[in-house]
């Protein structure tokens, strides 16, 4: 839909030069801000929901870490300096 804003001249210089520097529309621009603005708004996330990704394979901890719940171990086994 076509509109017409009232836009303060310093910035929509710097929005033209925004968008000819990403090779995008001002209009695209524009929409992207008050896309923004408006989920902030909303009360969402500026990326929206991020899905964490879930193993659903076997295993566990290698058999070679001593000892699962001391963080040294653990560090010693990323390492390649697990004690057997």
């Known amino acids: 839909m076509r509109t017409t804003l009232d836009i303060n001249d310093a910035l929509l210089a710097k929005a033209k ?3 000819a520097r ?3 529309t001002l209009t695209r621009l524009v929409e992207e801000g008050l896309t923004l603005r408006l989920r902030r ?3 969402e996330s500026a990326r ?6 879930v193993y659903d394979g076997k295993g566990g901890l290698a058999p070679t870490v001593a ?3 001391s963080n040294r171990a653990l560090r010693d086994a990323a390492d390649g ?3 057997v």
């Open 17 to 19: 030069a925004v968008a």
């Open 67 to 69: 000892d699962p719940s």
């Open 48 to 53: 929206g929901r991020t899905r964490l990704p």
């Open 22 to 24: 990403e090779h995008t």
């Open 41 to 43: 708004a909303a009360g």
């Open 81 to 83: 300096l697990d004690r």
